[in-house]
């Protein structure tokens, strides 16, 4: 008879079948840049080494084309996958379920046979998992061997006609019948991994002819992927979604537009999402009702605001804030963050399904915010203290250089504003052009980020690339900040923002916070919560060819409806 498993169980399998897929780690340019400066043999870069050495080794590939579960009308290069929390509404044997039964939605429940069907999300993950090893390896080391390897995997699944996957979901989370016509608009989720990878394309340079001809080959399927995602019936549905299935998408969509070099495409994509579903995702207590109201009650809501999150560090670099964007219920990003803050704490009891909660997902969720709005009260740092008392460091090697890598070894955690991604043209390799960002060497620490300020302007607190064109960045002397919890001594900074146009001063204040006492690894460096002095408004670069992309934090796992 067909076998049901129980919520836990599900939960489990996915996550081991899917979760790479669906990942949202991206790339941190600053980390990268430091650990090869620095030119050292440390824990990082030995465990990057001998992770990519182990992958240039290889001679397998991925592809979607090696299923036996062809079903007539599909082709083999088609993306396929089953839609989970499904299970069929008959008694009949599973053989039968497959064509005979119908499917009804059980959410937290499913079909591991079902589940079970296609390799192709596997096939998804790893491919997500190798790119940015190799990549990074090409980076730091220079060994022709990573970025052979990665051609070789990226030509296999994007472009050799023979095993290439077609640049569709049209077949993602079926339902099986007698006759299978599409997917779920829901599969869309199943490539969230995608918006990562691109980036780290970025890392490899010097390529020969061959590899740069499957470089182009590559940008030229994630445009095709991006229009089917834009003008299809399943695309726009999956696009339109009130809850955690349209922010992802959107998140993906925004990212490959930024890949193609659409910067106008970037900002429509996100400002659509800000004006539409974005309005009824998060309540006045903070909560967020379409999540909160799934079986695993903690993991969707946790998932959907760190997407959110991610959407707004990248609205930030196409000119747009985000993060006080405010719901119909007149919330914001923060808001939804801080409903977390009493369960981190223990103050509260979380109610409902989920089993075990897992609030190590929150760190580096709450570490952004607080770089954004602040943390005058303490709040996030508190929660992040609270949370660590039970913190690992991440096993997964794709975290050393994300918004993740903090908790990994004693390098610094990433600024609020990094290098960017993607270089114009669509051409790989690191942009070449250097920004003066928001980090500045100190006689104590570094400044991590800050907002800035300027007399007489009543514009809300926004994120602000500074460019070597426009601005220069200069850290006054210290000053006792007696606001700072007891055990820390840090000093206050008073950052000054001077416009290479018209000298115009523009200031703010920084607290410093040292980096053990934020629930890190003790690090030379200093974490900076920008506090600002008064209203405070953008400081513009200039217009330049090159898109400037600044990165999402940790990932959390996606799951389907």
């Known amino acids: 008879m067909y076998r049901l498993l129980s919520p836990l169980v599900l939960v489990a399998l996915l996550w081991v079948t899917v979760h790479a897929t669906l990942q949202k780690e991206v790339l941190n340019l600053r980390i990268l840049e430091q650990t090869k400066a620095a030119a050292t043999d440390n824990a990082r870069t030995r465990y990057t080494r001998r992770f990519a050495d182990d992958l240039a080794q290889k001679t397998n590939y991925y592809t979607?084309?090696?299923?036996?579960?062809?079903?007539?009308?599909?082709?083999?290069?088609?993306?396929?996958?089953?839609?989970?929390?499904?299970?069929?509404?008959?008694?009949?044997?599973?053989?039968?379920?497959?064509?005979?039964?119908?499917?009804?939605?059980?959410?937290?429940?499913?079909?591991k046979t079902l589940a079970a069907l296609s390799n192709n999300p596997q096939q998804v993950s790893a491919l997500c998992n190798d790119i940015p090893?190799?990549?990074?390896?090409?980076?730091?080391?220079?060994d022709l061997k990573y970025a052979q390897r990665a051609f070789f995997l990226l030509d296999k699944f994007f472009v050799d006609s023979a095993t290439?996957?077609?640049?569709?979901?049209?077949?993602?989370?079926?339902?099986?019948?007698?006759?299978?016509?599409?997917?779920?608009?829901?599969?869309v989720v199943e490539l969230t991994c995608f918006s990562s990878m691109v980036q780290f394309l970025s890392l490899f340079s010097n390529l020969t002819p061959d590899q740069r001809r499957t470089y182009q080959a590559v940008t030229a399927w994630f445009q095709s992927y991006s229009d089917w995602l834009r003008t299809t019936t399943q695309g726009q549905e999956e696009l339109n979604a009130d809850n955690n299935h349209g922010t992802a998408a959107r998140l993906q969509l925004a990212i490959?537009?930024?890949?193609?070099?659409?910067?106008?495409a970037s900002q429509d994509t996100l400002n659509q999402f800000i004006q539409g579903a974005f309005q009824g995702q998060i309540d006045a207590t903070g909560g967020q009702p379409l999540e909160l109201a799934r079986a695993a009650s903690f993991d969707y809501p946790v998932l959907n605001l760190s997407t959110l999150i991610a959407l707004a560090v990248i609205a930030d670099q196409v000119g747009i804030d985000m993060w006080h964007a405010r719901t119909g219920n007149g919330t914001t990003i923060q808001t939804a963050m801080d409903y977390f803050v009493p369960y981190a704490m223990g103050q509260k009891t979380w109610k409902g399904g989920n089993g075990g909660l897992d609030f190590s997902q929150l760190t580096a969720m709450f570490q952004r915010v607080a770089g954004v709005y602040g943390d005058a009260d303490h709040k996030y740092y508190n929660a992040i203290r609270?949370?660590?008392?039970?913190?690992?460091?991440?096993?997964?090697?794709q975290t050393l250089y994300t918004d993740f890598s903090y908790g990994f070894d004693s390098m610094t955690p990433p600024s609020l504003i990094d290098r960017p991604v993607f270089a114009s043209g669509g051409s790989p390799g690191p942009v070449p052009v250097?920004?003066?960002?928001s980090s500045a060497s100190t006689s104590t620490g570094t400044v991590i980020s800050s907002s800035v300020s300027a007399p007489g302007n009543s514009q809300a607190p926004q994120s602000t690339a500074l460019n070597a064109d426009t601005a220069t960045l200069q850290v006054s002397a210290n000053q006792p900040?007696?606001?700072?919890?007891?055990?820390?001594?840090?000093?206050v900074k008073h950052v000054e923002l001077q416009s290479a146009q018209d000298s115009q001063p523009i200031s703010s204040t920084v607290a410093m916070v040292p980096a053990e006492h934020a629930g890190f690894q003790p690090a030379p460096g200093l974490l900076a919560t920008a506090t600002p002095t008064s209203a405070t408004t953008p400081l513009t670069a200039p217009t330049t060819s090159m898109t400037s992309v600044?990165?999402?934090?940790?990932c959390m796992q996606h799951k389907s409806l």
């Not at 600044?550 to 940790?554: A, E, N, V, Y």
Request: a positive charge; proline letters at 11%.
């Open 64 to 111: 979607v084309t090696n299923r036996t579960d062809y079903w007539p009308g599909i082709s083999k290069n088609d993306y396929v996958s089953y839609a989970v929390y499904f299970v069929p509404d008959c008694s009949a044997p599973i053989i039968e379920a497959l064509t005979q039964c119908k499917w009804k939605r059980q959410d937290g429940g499913g079909s």
């Open 133 to 142: 090893a190799l990549a990074v390896a090409s980076y730091l080391f220079g």
């Open 164 to 187: 290439r996957m077609n640049p569709n979901l049209k077949y993602g989370q079926i339902l099986p019948a007698a006759t299978v016509t599409s997917g779920r608009p829901q599969g």
């Open 256 to 264: 490959y537009h930024l890949f193609l070099q659409n910067r106008q």
């Open 386 to 397: 609270k949370i660590n008392k039970l913190y690992v460091k991440p096993n997964n090697w």
């Open 434 to 437: 250097p920004l003066v960002t």
């Open 481 to 491: 900040d007696k606001n700072l919890p007891p055990m820390s001594t840090a000093p």
């Open 550 to 554: 600044s990165k999402p934090p940790r």
